[in-house]
C-alpha cells in the first residue's frame, strides 16, 4: 500500500494519525521492474556525477553568452557602490531589476573576498548549482521515496527537450544551462525547488509552526526578486500543491498561508534597488520574447513523453499537482499565443519542468511491473537522443582537436577578454562603442553610451541607441559625431577598422591600443 508521500496529487492536510507514522518512513525496498536494480540506480547516480563534473569545467571556463555582461556588470557597481549603484551598463543614475537578493549577496562577497568579478560569478555558478541539484532532489523525495526518482529527475531536466537548442535563462536544457550557470536564474530555479518541497512538508503535516510560513513567504519574495520569470514558475508549482489538498485547509491554516504571503508581498515592495510591481507597466517585452514561440515541434520532441506520464498520473489522481502545475502553465503560454503577448512564454518551463519530473516518476511507479519496464526503456532512448541533440555543448570545454569528429563545433564559444581595458582605463570611463562591445565593457567596470541589453528603466534608451547609430553612420557630419561624445561625456571610442565613426587621424582622437580581437583603442581627446 502506497503512503500519502507516493501519492503527491492527493496532499491530505490532516493531521496524521500516530499509528500512520511507522507506515510513513522512507521506504528501504529495491524499486521493482526495470529501474529495480541496485545497480540501475547507482548508474543514474553516476550519470548525475558525470554531468555535474561537465557543467564544473562549464564553471571553470565561465564560456561568455547571453546576459554574462549585464550580471558582471551588476556585481561590478555594487562592489563599489553598494547603496546607490545606478544603472549597471551606462552612467545614468536609474533602478534596475538586475539588483536582486543574489546579486546583492554577490557583491558582499565579492567585497569580502576582493576576488575578481569574473571569479564571484563562477562561486556563484557553483552555489546556483548545488541549489538546483538540492532542490531537484528535495522536492522530488516529497512526491517519492524511490531512490532511482531524484537522478532521473535531474537528467530529465537537462536531456528530456527536443532536436532544437532552446537557450534562455530559466529553461534548464543541458545546453542552456551550462551557458546559464552562474546567472541568478539557476540560483532562483533551485530556490524554487526547495520552496515547493518545504511547501509540500507543511501542507502534509499541518503542524508546522506559525514560523515556517513568513519563511514561506520571505522564500516566495526572495525567488521573485531575484529571477521574476522562475518566480512565476514556481508559483504556479505552489499553486498546484495547494489544489490538490484532500481537505481543505481549515481557517487556521488559511490564516498562516495569509501571514506568510503578507510577508513575502512586504518584501517585494520594500526591495530597495528596484520596483518589483513598477514591472508590470515595463513596455518592449513582446518583442524579443517573440522567439520562444516559434519552432516549438523542434525544441520540444520529447516533451510528449512526460505528458503521457502526467496523463497517467492524472487518471490515478484527479487534483494532481504536477498536472495542476502543467496546466497552469499551459494556460499562460496559449493565452500569450492568442493576444500575441509573447513574453508570457516564459512561463514555458511551467509546462515542460512538471513533465519532465512526471516521466521520471512513470518510470519508477507509474503501475504494473511490465508498464514501468516498456515506460523506462522508452524514457532510456528518449534520453540518449536527448544527450546526444546536446553534444555540441561539449565545445564549451574541450578544445576542437580533442573531440570526435562527430561532435561539431555549432556550440558559441568563450569570447575574446576585454580585461586588457582595465591596464588603461579607469573605472566608471564611458565608452562610445557598438551593441556588442557594450554588453562586455561594463564587465569590467567601465560604462557605455549604448544599453547593451534591453533596458526597460532607462527612459533615454532609443535616444541612445539613435545616437550610437548616427556617431557610427557613414554618412555623419563629424560636427554632430563630436556633439555625441561631448553629450554622453565619452572617454574612450572602441570600433573596428572598417565600423566607421571618426578616422583614427582624427584630432580628437589619440590611438592608445589594439586589443586582440583587432579593435582600436582611442582616447577622446579636446
Known amino acids: 500500500m502506497p503512503s500519502a508521500l507516493d501519492a503527491p496529487s492527493a496532499v491530505d492536510s490532516r493531521p496524521a494519525p500516530p499509528s500512520s507514522r511507522h507506515r510513513r518512513r522512507p521506504s528501504r525496498r529495491r524499486i521493482p521492474g526495470m529501474l529495480g536494480a541496485d545497480r540501475v540506480t547507482t548508474a543514474l547516480h553516476g550519470a548525475v556525477l558525470l554531468v555535474t563534473a561537465v557543467f564544473v569545467f562549464m564553471i571553470v571556463r565561465l564560456p561568455w553568452h547571453g546576459d554574462m555582461g549585464v550580471h558582471a556588470a551588476t556585481i561590478e557597481r555594487l562592489r563599489h557602490d553598494l547603496v546607490n549603484p545606478g544603472n549597471p551598463m551606462v552612467d545614468s543614475p536609474t533602478e534596475s531589476p538586475y539588483y536582486s537578493p543574489w546579486t546583492v549577496f554577490l557583491a558582499l562577497f565579492a567585497k569580502a573576498t576582493d576576488l575578481d568579478t569574473f571569479d564571484v560569478l563562477r562561486c556563484g555558478a557553483v552555489l546556483g548549482l548545488t541549489a538546483l541539484l538540492s532542490g531537484v532532489w528535495h522536492f522530488t523525495r516529497t512526491l517519492t521515496r524511490h531512490r532511482a526518482a531524484p537522478p532521473l529527475a535531474a537528467l530529465c531536466l537537462f536531456f528530456l527537450w527536443g532536436r532544437e537548442i532552446l537557450v534562455w535563462s530559466g529553461f534548464l536544457g543541458f545546453t542552456s544551462l551550462s551557458l546559464n550557470v552562474s546567472y541568478p536564474s539557476t540560483f532562483a530555479t533551485g530556490l524554487g525547488f526547495h520552496f515547493l518541497a518545504l511547501l509540500h512538508k507543511a501542507l502534509i503535516r499541518n503542524t508546522a509552526s506559525w514560523a515556517a510560513y513568513p519563511g514561506l513567504g520571505a522564500l516566495w519574495a526572495v525567488m521573485m526578486l531575484s529571477h521574476q520569470f522562475s518566480g512565476v514558475v514556481f508559483t504556479f508549482g505552489a ?39 513598477g514591472l508590470f507597466g515595463a513596455g518592449g517585452l513582446e518583442e524579443i520574447h517573440e522567439d520562444l514561440y516559434s519552432r516549438s515541434l523542434l525544441r520540444f520532441t520529447l516533451i ?173 557630419p563629424r560636427d554632430e559625431r563630436l556633439a555625441i561624445l561631448h553629450k554622453y561625456h565619452v572617454t574612450w571610442v572602441l570600433q573596428w577598422r572598417d565600423e566607421g565613426g571618426l578616422s583614427g587621424k582624427d584630432p580628437a582622437l589619440r590611438f592608445v591600443k589594439k586589443g586582440p580581437n583587432a579593435q582600436s583603442l582611442y582616447r577622446v581627446v579636446g
Not at 249 to 273: E, K, M, Q, S
Not at 395 to 408: K, M, N, Y
Open 239 to 277: 499553486l498546484g500543491l495547494v489544489a490538490s489538498l484532500r481537505t481543505w485547509p481549515t481557517g487556521a491554516v488559511w490564516l498562516r498561508f495569509g501571514v506568510g504571503l503578507a510577508v513575502g508581498v512586504v518584501l517585494l515592495a520594500a526591495w530597495p534597488y528596484y520596483s518589483f510591481f
Open 304 to 476: 510528449p513523453i512526460g505528458v503521457f506520464a502526467l496523463a497517467v498520473r492524472l487518471r490515478r489522481h484527479r487534483r494532481d499537482p504536477l498536472v495542476i502545475w502543467f496546466l497552469l502553465g499551459l494556460l499562460t503560454v496559449g493565452v500569450g499565443a492568442a493576444l500575441g503577448k509573447w513574453s508570457l512564454g516564459r512561463a514555458e518551463p511551467a509546462v515542460v519542468i512538471p513533465a519532465q519530473i512526471a516521466a521520471a516518476l512513470c518510470a519508477v511507479e507509474g503501475g504494473r511491473r511490465l508498464f514501468r519496464a516498456a515506460f523506462g526503456a522508452l524514457l532510456a532512448t528518449a534520453l540518449a537522443v536527448g544527450v546526444w541533440g546536446q553534444k555540441d555543448a561539449l565545445g564549451f570545454v574541450f578544445r576542437e582537436d580533442a573531440l570526435p569528429s562527430a561532435v561539431t563545433r555549432d556550440a558559441v564559444q568563450a569570447k575574446t577578454s576585454y580585461a586588457w581595458l582595465t591596464s588603461y582605463t579607469a573605472y566608471g570611463d564611458v565608452f562610445m562603442t557598438g551593441e556588442w562591445t557594450a554588453q562586455k565593457v561594463p564587465g569590467y567596470g567601465g560604462y557605455t553610451v549604448i544599453a547593451g541589453y534591453p533596458d526597460f528603466f532607462l527612459p533615454d534608451e532609443k535616444q541612445r541607441r539613435t545616437d550610437t547609430e548616427r556617431y557610427f553612420a557613414r554618412d555623419t
